[in-house]
């Protein structure tokens, strides 16, 4: 019988090739349809694989989307696609290469590390889980990031970011370190920082502007007990990076947090 | 100088020769009207007209009427308009208010008129004789393979082409209410009316609560800009995910629900902390462009195994397009809320004045979606002021699959239209968290009230079927050539794409 694979998007609609070797599952990404590609990882996932490396990955969508699970570890060479790791719930993900827009969307549990520069909303709505990225991310990165009971979320960009980052943030801690950057002459972050901020916090590596920052965000100097909280972030963060902790906390940093829970309790008068 | 310029609304008459002096107006009020000094004695400044003491006041003694004070007579300044910005003067807030629009725009559906079969064909008593009302929910596709059944029959192929749809006994769903803006009892009530009805009941923004969970086959569950609630286990939970973009009474906007109504059940359920301020971004930040939407759609069925997933817009001046874009972005189905959808608290700037009337969205989406060869990928919804079973046959004539309720659902279950919800003091005890009101609705007898209604409307939808001529549901679904209208100009004709009466 004759089969010839359809083309969707750009990819083939087949099943990925599949090579188990010892305790890693390899996926043949390249070129393959995302679809078939998120199919094949569920299904190993829930087959009992514990290590899946996917390769040749260049834009597959929903990588580790919707995975819940946990002690599950997937890399991924190339470059992942939108909405990486969206409503994650548990797995480990690191990407060695860049990430597109989405990366940690609406995500309750697991790590994320990117060895590359991310894209936009990073982080949308996040829960809890731990997003790490090497260099720099787009716009309205944190934005809206929660924190429930225990789940915490922390963000780590290692670059700088452009506008709107933090915005809504209503808990969980998000930070900026403006160090592995294509752009040395943009500001660590864009402008409006933390607008509409009404919980969690933002720790920025040195300082920030105050004209960039949201109205309802106050800007004070790191404190100890702030260092308390970020040195165990940042030693995870440099491990996972290879990058000099020493170099990291070699500045201080600047804490933005916001004045009310209730930014907006004012504003409305019952009729 | 005065507190206030507004005088109150209302007045509370009790007929003090009637009372028993048993203080239950007193009890039952959740706004504190009353006050008890041997006799219930009113401050009629804080009465919004729910009726709550008149129903349980044993004697009968108590009737509300409007305050007759006279303003200067004024068409153009009416005293609504000076009140408000007397308001606006006093506080210098947006104000605030809640269920759907009430101004005076003309009502369409109150200009429709159905056919009735006479003489040269049939009328069908639906007493006696079949009348199907199931619909289902959801995508169909443009052809589907079958195969012998070996009995003599077809069947359908394995993925012969059907995707996921929902059965519906009756086209009338409830519509999304969040857990937070109504009470916990007012979803139990709605998730058990809905399981029994084999209709959908929605969640609304807020999560879903684990009490609701034995019927989550039958709720819908929204994924809305603020992401509340929303983790892998609810998308798995619910029969069908609906990404809400907007709302008919506040297009465009998004929404605060207040940290005081933020109890410890509500920040369980949406997942946030006690107290803090649950706030929706206006737009979903990942969703910019109908490629974004699409993106999302796929996003929600590649974590939830491909369930059906809706979106739901408000009406707006350029809804049969966007409708278009999101039925190509593969939504199962798209849910119109129309101008004068309810809401639990809403700007009252964005609610009277933004947004189009359903009955015009329903049509023109109909339309758009068939000139475009794309009506079957995805059910028209159709909520925004559904009052009646006849405007329930009207929408599905004029091209929706299904309406939603919402407003008249709570009115099932005590709601008196005083539009206060936003206050949370609600003496029925629907838009509130204070436990010593939310125990006035039993989920048990709400669910009844519930089902009576559906059920009253699906029997009278039945009766218009029959006297149509037609013994199914389907047959009625954009059959605009069994409307006309009557005191509409001939370009709101063309665009319901109705007859006037008499053609």
Not at chain 2, 36 to 52: L, M, T, Y
Not at chain 2, 350 to 378: F, M
């Amino acid at each position: 019988m004759s089969y010839t694979a359809a083309v969707v998007e750009g990819y083939s609609d087949v099943a990925p090739q599949v090579r188990r070797d010892g305790g890693v599952t390899t996926v043949d990404a390249r070129g393959v349809y995302y679809r078939r590609v998120n199919e094949t990882v569920r299904q190993a996932i829930s087959d009992g694989a514990t290590h899946l490396v996917l390769t040749g990955v260049n834009g597959q969508r929903y990588i580790g989307t919707g995975v819940s699970a946990h002690g599950v570890r997937i890399d991924v060479h190339g470059t992942a696609g939108n909405d990486l790791g969206m409503l994650m719930d548990g797995p480990m993900i690191e990407v060695f290469g860049n990430a597109q827009d989405g990366v940690g969307n609406t995500m309750n549990a697991g790590t994320i590390v990117v060895h590359g520069d991310a894209g936009d909303v990073l982080g949308y709505g996040m829960r809890g889980g731990h997003v790490y990225i090497r260099g720099d991310v787009g716009y309205r990165v944190g934005i809206h990031m929660k924190a429930y009971e225990n789940l915490v979320p922390v963000l780590v960009c290692g670059g700088k970011a452009r506008d709107f980052f933090g915005e809504y943030m209503a808990g969980g801690i998000a930070v900026l370190l403006g160090m592995n950057t294509q752009f040395p002459e943009e500001p660590v972050a864009g402008s409006f920082l933390g607008a509409g901020m009404h919980g969690g916090v933002i720790y920025v590596r040195g300082t920030v502007e105050p004209w960039r920052c949201g109205k309802e965000v106050g800007i004070f100097e790191a404190t100890e007990e702030d260092m308390a909280t970020l040195v165990p972030l940042l030693r995870d963060y440099c491990s996972a990076m290879g990058m000099d902790f020493d170099e990291v906390t070699s500045q201080p940093f600047t804490r933005l947090a916001p004045f009310s829970h209730r930014p907006y309790g004012k504003l409305y008068v019952p009729l | 100088m005065p507190g206030t310029y507004i005088q109150p609304e209302f007045r509370v008459k009790i007929d003090y020769d009637k009372c028993h002096k048993c203080g239950r107006c007193v009890q039952q009020c959740g706004w504190g009207v009353y006050s008890f000094n041997e006799r219930p004695i009113p401050d009629d400044s804080k009465c919004r007209a729910c009726h709550r003491c008149v129903t349980f006041c044993p004697a009968h003694c108590i009737t509300i009427e409007k305050n007759a004070l006279a303003y200067k007579d004024n068409d153009n300044w009416t005293v609504d308009a000076r009140k408000a910005i007397w308001r606006q003067a006093e506080t210098g807030g947006v104000l605030l208010t809640s269920m759907g629009n009430p101004r005076p725009y003309p009502r369409i559906f109150d200009h429709l008129l159905l056919d009735a079969c006479q003489v040269t064909n049939p009328s069908i008593d639906p007493l006696r004789e079949p009348m199907e009302l199931r619909t289902y929910l959801g995508r169909k596709p443009d052809a589907v393979s079958v195969e012998a059944d070996g009995a003599g029959g077809y069947r359908l192929a394995p993925n012969g082409g059907m995707t996921a749809n929902i059965q519906l006994d009756a086209p009338i769903i409830f519509s999304p209410m969040s857990y937070g803006s109504v009470s916990l009892n007012v979803h139990k009530s709605l998730a058990m009316a809905a399981q029994r009805l084999g209709t959908l009941m929605n969640t609304g923004e807020g999560g879903l609560h684990a009490d609701l969970y034995p019927y989550q086959d039958r709720v819908i569950v929204q994924v809305a800009s603020g992401r509340f609630g929303v983790d892998p286990e609810y998308l798995g939970r619910g029969a069908a995910i609906e990404i809400k973009i907007g709302q008919g009474a506040k297009p465009g906007i998004g929404g605060h629900l207040p940290g005081e109504k933020i109890d410890k059940e509500v920040s369980s359920t949406r997942m946030i902390p006690q107290g803090t301020d649950a706030i929706s971004p206006a737009p979903h930040h990942d969703i910019y462009s109908i490629e974004d939407l699409r993106q999302l759609i796929y996003a929600l069925k590649e974590a939830s195994g491909y369930k059906p997933v809706g979106v739901k817009i408000a009406a707006v001046h350029n809804v049969a397009a966007i409708a278009s874009g999101i039925v190509r972005a593969g939504a199962d189905y798209i849910y119109l809320d129309g101008f004068r959808g309810g809401t639990g608290a809403a700007p009252q700037v964005i609610r009277d004045h933004i947004g189009i009337p359903i009955e015009v969205a329903i049509a023109v989406v109909d339309q758009r979606l068939r000139d475009e060869g794309i009506r079957n990928h995805a059910s028209i919804v159709a909520a925004g002021s559904i009052r009646s079973s006849a405007d329930a046959a009207k929408a599905i004539a004029l091209g929706a699959d299904v309406v939603a309720i919402g407003s008249a659902a709570l009115m099932a279950l005590g709601c008196h239209l005083c539009q206060s919800c936003h206050t949370g003091c609600c003496s029925w005890g629907l838009t509130t968290q204070k436990p010593e009101l939310t125990r006035r609705l039993d989920p048990e007898w709400g669910a009844e009230r519930l089902v009576n209604l559906v059920s009253a409307w699906s029997h009278e939808i039945q009766e218009i079927l029959g006297a149509l001529g037609v013994n199914a549901i389907e047959s009625l679904r954009g059959s605009r050539e069994r409307l006309r209208s009557v005191g509409l100009d001939a370009q709101m004709n063309a665009v319901l794409g109705v007859k006037p009466v008499g053609m």
